[in-house]
C-alpha cells in the first residue's frame, strides 16, 4: 500500500471522528500503510470497542494517541492539532437545527484550523464533506454531476441542516486557504454505505410515512463502500500535488435504487410503494406552496430542491480521483454489497 | 407602532423566535447577536437581518431595540437581561428564567422601576389547549379554587444530539446550573403549577440517577425528579420529571371542588371530567364513552384549528410573544405575571437546594 506521500510515518497525523463509520476506516487504512504516529480525536462520550479493535490488530499502534474532547472547545483543539502535520476532519456532528449544524461543522472547524495554525506543522488539512453541498435543481435531469457543479444557494429553502453546515465548513476552509496559506483538500463522498450503517439513504427512499416509499426508481446512485471511501481520504492526505482540489468520491460500479432496494429486500422482504419521480416532484411543489403560504405550519421537509437533489437522479464520476490521487476503489461492489448485506442476517 | 426586536444569542432556539416574529407582522428584527459573532451571521444571513453584533452593548447602543430576546444559555440571562433593560429595552428571556429567584426578584425590580416589561419563556403556557384549559377555569369550570395540581413532563435521552454534549463535557453550560439537567428542561412543568399556587410554596423533591442515564455516562447527572407542593391555602401539586416515562407524557392535571380538567399537552388535547354518577353497571359504559366523545372534539378541534392556520408546532411561542408585543404596545401587564415567574424561580431553587446532585454521585 505504499504511496508517495507529503508526509513520513514520523510526522503526526490526526483524525477527528476516528472513531465514526468512515473514522475507523481511515484509521486502518492508514495503519495498514504505516502510519503509526496517529492521534485519534474523540468525542467524551464514545464507547471506543471499535477503535481499539483496530488499533489492537497492529501492534506497532501502541503509540497511537486517543483524545478525547469537543471541538467546539478552542482548548481541546489545540490539545487535539499540536505538532499535527496533516488533519484527516472526519468529525460530523449530525443536529436538525441549522444553527446546530452549523456549530458542528462551521464553528467546529474553524477552531480546529486556528489550532492547527497556530500549534501544528501544517501541511494539508484534508475536508471530508458530502454531496450534500451540490444542487441539481437547475439541471437536466441524469446530467452529470461532477465537481464542477453548481453548489447550492438556499439551504433554507431546500431545509437541509447539514447541507448548510457543511457549505459553510467548505467555504471557511477555502477561506482560509486564500487568506492564511492553509493547503487543504477536499472530499465530497456519495451514497457511503457499508456494515456498521444500517439504514437505507434517503436517495432510495423514505420511511416518514410508517412504510418505505421508493422513491429512487431507477437513478443512479452515487454509491461507495465505506472502504473505498476511507481509501480515497488517505490517499487525498497523503498524495503530493493535489492542494487546493476538491473530489467527489464514488466507486466505479454504481448500481441504481431499484438494484439496491431489490438486494436489500432479498435479505429481509418489507413492504414498500414505489412513487414515481414526477409525482412526487409535484407532491413537494405542493407541499412547499402550503408551508410557504401557512408560514412553515408544515416545515418545508418536502419541497423542490430536496427533491431534485435527492430523487432526480444523476449521473456521476470518479474520474478525477482515478487521475490525480490513483485511486481505484480496492473492493468491488459486488464484494462490497455482499459484507453490507451480512448486517442484516 | 412597529416594534423593532433584536436577539441576543444566535443558537438553536433563535430560529423558533425569528419564524414566530416572523409571523406576528407588524414587527421587525432589526439586529442579532452573539459572542459568537460567526453565529449571529449565520442567523443573519438566513433570515436576511441587517444588524450583526458580536457584542450586546454595541448592538443597544447603536440600535435601541423596543424589545430584546435573550436566547442564550442561562448563565448569561441575568447579566443580559440587566444590560438590556438599563438601555430601555423590553425583554424577552428564554427559560430558565435566571439560575436563582434573587436574580429573578432583581430584574422585575428593575424592570419596573424603568417602566418596562419583561416576560419568560414559558411558552407552553400559551398553546391552544393551555389557553382553552385557562379560560375553562377562569369561567368556574372547576368549582373553586383548585385542590391539586399534577405537572408531568417526560424527555427522551434517545436523542443525543441534545444529551451527548452534556454528558461529554463537565464544562458544558448545563452542569454549571445549580440544577444540572433539570434546571433546564423543568422550567415550563414547574411553570403551569406556579400559575394555580400562592407565594406560601412548601416543597419536597427527591431525585435520582436512571440506570440508563448511568449506562450512558451520565456521571453524577440526575434525570429523575418527583416533587411534592403545598400552598398557605391548601392546594397540592406534584411535579413529575422523567427521561424514562414512556411514551413521553406532557400533561397538566388540574384539580377543583366539583370538576377536574386534564391538559394534554403531547397531543394538544383538553379533556374536562365533570362530577356525576351513574347508576349500577352504567358506571362502567357511560364514562368511557363520554371520554372517547371528548377525543373524538380534540381531534375535529385540532383538525379544524390546523385548517384555518391557527394550530402551529410553537402555537405557544407565537401567542405569548404576540401578547407580549401587545402588552408593550399598549402599556398593560405583561402576559406572564411577575409573581408567577418569580415564584417559578423560588420553586426550583427550593429544589434544586433539596436534591443536591453532587451527593449523589456515588
Not at chain 1, 439513504?201 to 423514505?206: E, K, M, T, V, Y
Not at chain 2, 432556539?13 to 409571523?23: E, G, N, T
Not at chain 2, 431595540?65 to 440587566?82: C, Q, R, S, Y
Not at chain 2, 426578584?105 to 419583561?118: G, M, S, W
Amino acid at each position: 500500500m505504499s504511496v508517495e506521500s507529503i508526509v513520513t510515518p514520523a510526522d503526526k497525523i490526526l483524525i477527528t471522528g476516528s472513531n465514526g463509520f468512515i473514522g475507523t476506516r481511515a484509521l486502518e487504512n492508514l495503519l495498514a500503510r504505516g502510519f503509526f504516529n496517529l492521534r485519534c480525536f474523540v468525542r467524551p462520550s464514545s464507547k471506543l470497542e471499535k477503535l481499539q479493535k483496530i488499533l489492537a490488530q497492529f501492534p506497532a499502534a501502541k503509540n497511537v494517541e486517543i483524545v478525547a474532547g469537543d471541538l467546539l472547545s478552542r482548548e481541546d483543539c489545540r490539545r487535539a492539532a499540536k505538532d499535527v502535520a496533516v488533519i484527516v476532519h472526519l468529525a460530523a456532528g449530525f443536529d436538525k437545527s441549522f444553527a446546530g449544524a452549523f456549530m458542528n461543522s462551521a464553528l467546529a472547524t474553524r477552531n480546529l484550523l486556528d489550532a492547527f495554525l497556530e500549534l501544528g506543522k501544517p501541511r494539508r488539512f484534508v475536508n471530508v464533506s458530502s454531496f450534500a453541498v451540490y444542487s441539481n435543481f437547475k439541471m437536466e435531469r441524469h446530467a452529470l454531476l461532477d465537481e464542477n457543479c453548481p453548489l447550492e444557494t438556499e439551504p433554507q429553502a431546500r431545509n437541509d441542516a447539514y447541507g448548510f453546515g457543511k457549505l459553510k465548513q467548505e467555504q471557511l476552509v477555502r477561506d482560509y486557504g486564500a487568506q492564511r496559506g492553509l493547503k487543504w483538500v477536499i472530499l465530497r463522498p456519495g451514497m457511503v454505505y457499508g456494515p456498521g450503517k444500517s439504514d437505507l439513504s434517503g436517495r432510495i427512499g423514505i420511511n416518514t410515512f410508517g412504510f418505505f416509499i421508493h422513491l429512487g426508481g431507477r437513478n443512479e446512485m452515487p454509491m461507495t463502500f465505506v472502504d473505498n471511501c476511507a481509501d480515497a481520504i488517505v490517499l487525498a492526505a497523503l498524495k503530493p500535488g493535489v492542494d487546493g482540489e476538491i473530489f467527489n468520491v464514488v466507486d466505479d460500479e454504481r448500481w441504481t435504487s431499484k438494484e439496491f432496494l431489490a438486494a436489500r429486500k432479498e435479505t429481509k422482504n418489507f413492504f414498500s410503494v414505489w412513487l414515481p419521480y414526477p409525482l412526487m416532484k409535484f407532491g413537494c411543489g405542493l407541499w412547499e406552496n402550503f408551508s410557504k403560504k401557512r408560514h412553515g405550519q408544515l416545515p418545508p421537509v418536502f419541497n423542490r430542491r430536496r427533491c431534485a437533489a435527492e430523487w432526480g437522479g444523476n449521473t456521476f464520476s470518479n474520474e478525477k480521483l482515478h487521475k490525480l490521487l490513483g485511486w481505484s476503489p480496492k473492493i468491488k461492489t459486488v464484494d462490497a454489497m455482499k459484507l453490507f448485506l451480512a448486517q442484516y442476517k | 407602532m412597529k416594534l423593532r426586536i433584536a436577539i441576543i444569542g444566535c443558537g438553536k432556539i433563535a430560529d423558533q423566535h425569528v419564524q414566530a416574529a416572523h409571523r406576528i407582522g407588524n414587527c421587525e428584527i432589526v439586529a442579532v447577536c452573539d459572542r459568537e459573532k460567526l453565529m449571529a451571521e449565520q442567523l443573519a444571513e438566513r433570515f436576511k437581518i441587517s444588524g450583526v453584533f458580536g457584542d450586546a452593548e454595541e448592538m443597544l447602543k447603536q440600535f435601541s431595540p423596543d424589545v430584546v430576546h435573550i436566547t442564550t444559555p442561562p448563565l448569561g440571562h441575568f447579566p443580559l437581561a440587566k444590560l438590556c433593560l438599563e438601555h430601555g429595552s423590553n425583554v424577552y428571556l428564554e427559560k430558565p428564567f435566571t439560575v436563582t429567584a434573587a436574580e429573578a426578584q432583581e430584574l422585575v425590580a428593575l424592570a419596573e422601576q424603568k417602566n418596562l416589561r419583561l416576560t419568560a419563556g414559558h411558552n407552553y403556557q400559551f398553546t391552544l389547549e393551555m389557553l382553552e384549559m385557562r379560560r375553562l377555569v377562569a369561567s368556574g369550570f372547576l368549582g373553586g379554587a383548585a385542590v391539586h395540581l399534577e405537572s408531568h413532563w417526560a424527555y427522551d435521552l434517545s436523542d443525543p444530539t441534545y444529551v451527548s454534549p452534556i454528558l461529554g463535557s463537565k464544562t458544558h453550560w448545563v452542569r454549571q446550573l445549580p440544577g444540572q439537567l433539570f434546571h433546564n428542561l423543568i422550567s415550563h412543568s414547574t411553570a403551569r403549577l406556579a400559575e394555580f399556587l400562592d407565594d406560601d410554596v412548601m416543597v419536597s423533591a427527591q431525585a435520582h440517577q436512571s440506570v440508563r442515564m448511568k449506562n450512558l455516562g451520565g456521571q453524577e447527572v440526575q434525570d429523575e425528579l418527583r416533587v411534592l407542593l403545598r400552598d398557605g391555602k391548601g392546594t397540592t401539586a406534584f411535579l413529575c420529571f422523567s427521561t424514562q416515562i414512556k411514551p413521553g407524557l406532557n400533561s397538566f392535571r388540574i384539580c377543583g371542588p366539583k370538576n377536574s380538567l386534564l391538559v394534554e399537552n403531547g397531543s394538544g388535547s383538553l379533556l374536562l371530567n365533570r362530577a356525576g354518577s351513574h347508576k349500577s353497571y352504567l358506571t362502567y359504559f357511560l364514562p368511557p364513552l363520554k371520554a372517547a366523545r371528548q377525543h373524538l372534539r380534540n381531534a375535529r378541534v385540532n383538525i379544524v384549528d390546523f385548517l384555518r392556520g391557527r394550530l402551529h408546532q410553537d402555537s405557544g411561542m407565537k401567542e405569548l410573544i404576540e401578547q407580549f408585543y401587545v402588552s408593550i404596545r399598549q402599556k398593560n401587564a405583561p402576559p406572564i405575571p411577575y409573581r408567577e415567574i418569580v415564584l417559578t424561580a423560588r420553586i426550583m431553587d427550593e429544589i434544586f437546594a433539596q436534591i443536591k446532585p453532587e451527593d449523589s454521585a456515588t
